[in-house]
């Protein structure tokens, strides 16, 4: 059988300020109307033998991941939540445990959920190519057939012999981020490729390969995956000890240094649509080499990417522009620099901001919140339930707030009493007082709460009882 890994846990910040470190590109609607997590478990469903996909990813999107899996309706094996990044190596080491601890030993096909791939029928024909090495034991990588001489991707330099015509090749070496004329000779000698952050082998033979390369690594990712625990419909890790294992990619601690790796070339339109030039490259362009989304105007404006989201974008006389439009931010950059934004975001972070982090939209296991105003003493909040969902039952130490309904049903648990509301209809809810707030209806439930006190930060919430699991949001 081929199990499915898929790894989610980046956070994608060459895309802010669309993708932000609680909601990545890959939980994001970017090339189509399917999140690229979603796009990631569909494509797959051309490749024989195939499991349930495992998904490794950040706990903080453990709901969000369930979610998008659930809109699918597609089962998966498990979900693992990471108490902390590790890089890949110690994430497809856990995946592989949890892989045989049913005392089976499968294939392991390990796929980014951030990459775009154009040519799905290629791309499975591809994977059912590669089974055989894997079965026969070869740690296979997935090698991109290069179109153009790309400083932004490492690379991976084939053997000269194939592999009894299987369109496989030895992995002579793999090399880093060349300059622009060493790429080009890359790319003039036909001998190398891409590196996708894609591969295949059996669980294993992985682990086999990690204890002799990297024994560190494995110990402590086995310590680890003994503390595994069920959450809900998670495998919750012990932080302590998945923290105790050193970060590192699969390359470095197993693929650069194994006798048996294994290069299989892959020509499926791929991108790791790592930059917002990358995304002007793969999206339909209109007759000025524009890529428009949402609300946008242009007069006299070319070959620029313009993405509106909120307020309409109004381009004039412009060319080589990325302009992303948020509640929030917006960002104005010349194409060939975008991939500085990361700089941007690290600015954020230092000075603290919630930008680096959060949308004004913050998605919660039972709908999201999105802020509407904010002043001294006091914050508007725009509130949607979804049908059946609930929230925690709490209280707050610092704020009392007023709710009301604007669309569905409410049923709200206020101190002693019980109450059912509809729209136009509100209530109070005072400092210190145990609540709950529910949705008994059968469309989503839409609501404005009005917070006033000394203290507004979500961190101000005393959960009593919660359906998720959560002791803090």
Not at 346 to 352: C, D, H, R, T
Not at 425 to 436: A, D, K, W
Not at 443 to 455: A, N
Request: aromatic share 8%; proline share 5%; hydrophobic share 40%.
């Amino acid at each position: 059988m081929l199990l499915p890994v898929v790894l989610s846990g980046g956070a994608g910040t060459r895309l802010w300020p669309l993708s932000r470190e609680s909601y990545p590109k890959q939980l994001l609607p970017l090339t189509s109307d399917k999140t690229m997590l979603q796009e990631t478990v569909l494509r797959l469903s051309g490749i024989a033998d195939l499991g349930k996909p495992m998904v490794v990813c950040n706990e903080a999107h453990r709901f969000m991941v369930a979610e998008q899996l659930r809109q699918l309706d597609i089962g998966t094996d498990s979900i693992i939540l990471e108490p902390c990044g590790r890089n890949t190596a110690p994430a497809v080491a856990i995946a592989a445990f949890q892989a045989q601890a049913s005392g089976n030993d499968p294939l392991l096909l390990v796929l980014p959920a951030d990459h775009l791939i154009g040519d799905v029928a290629t791309f499975c024909q591809t994977v059912n190519a590669a089974v055989q090495l894997a079965e026969q034991g070869s740690l296979v990588t997935f090698g991109i057939v290069p179109n153009a001489p790309e400083t932004g991707y490492g690379y991976i330099k084939a053997a000269e012999n194939e592999i009894g015509g299987t369109g496989a090749f030895p992995v002579d070496q793999f090399v880093e981020k060349p300059d622009l004329q060493t790429a080009q000779s890359y790319l003039d000698s036909g001998k190398y490729y891409w590196n996708s952050g894609m591969f295949l082998f059996k669980a294993s033979r992985y682990l086999d390969e990690l204890e002799k390369f990297r024994p560190d690594i494995f110990s402590a990712c086995r310590t680890a995956f003994l503390s595994l625990t069920a959450d809900l419909d998670f495998l919750r890790l012990d932080q302590e000890s998945f923290a105790a294992s050193p970060s590192d990619s699969i390359d470095y601690a197993v693929m650069e240094k194994t006798a048996d790796a294994v290069v299989l070339p892959l020509d499926a339109g791929w991108n790791d649509v790592g930059a917002w030039s990358a995304l002007w490259d793969v999206q339909p362009q209109d007759k000025n080499g524009n890529v428009q989304f949402g609300d946008v105007l242009t007069e006299g404006a070319n070959n620029c990417y313009l993405h509106a989201t909120n307020r309409m974008i109004a381009a004039v006389g412009v060319e080589d522009l990325v302009v992303v439009e948020t509640a929030d931010a917006v960002l104005v950059a010349h194409r060939d620099k975008v991939q500085d934004v990361k700089g941007i975001v690290g600015q954020l972070k230092e000075q603290k901001r919630s930008e680096a982090l959060l949308h004004r939209r913050v998605n919660r296991p039972w709908g999201a919140y999105e802020g509407i105003d904010v002043g001294e003493r006091f914050q508007v909040k725009r509130i949607t339930v979804n049908p059946g969902a609930s929230l925690s039952l709490q209280k707050h130490h610092h704020r009392a707030e007023h709710w009301v309904v604007v669309k569905g049903t409410a049923r709200v648990i206020c101190g002693e009493k019980d109450l059912l509301l509809s729209e136009n209809q509100s209530t109070y809810i005072p400092l210190g007082e145990v609540h709950r707030l529910e949705n008994p209806g059968q469309i989503p439930l839409e609501m404005i709460e009005v917070q006033s006190g000394s203290y507004l930060g979500e961190d101000d919430i005393v959960r009593l009882e919660d359906n998720y699991g959560r002791k803090a949001d």
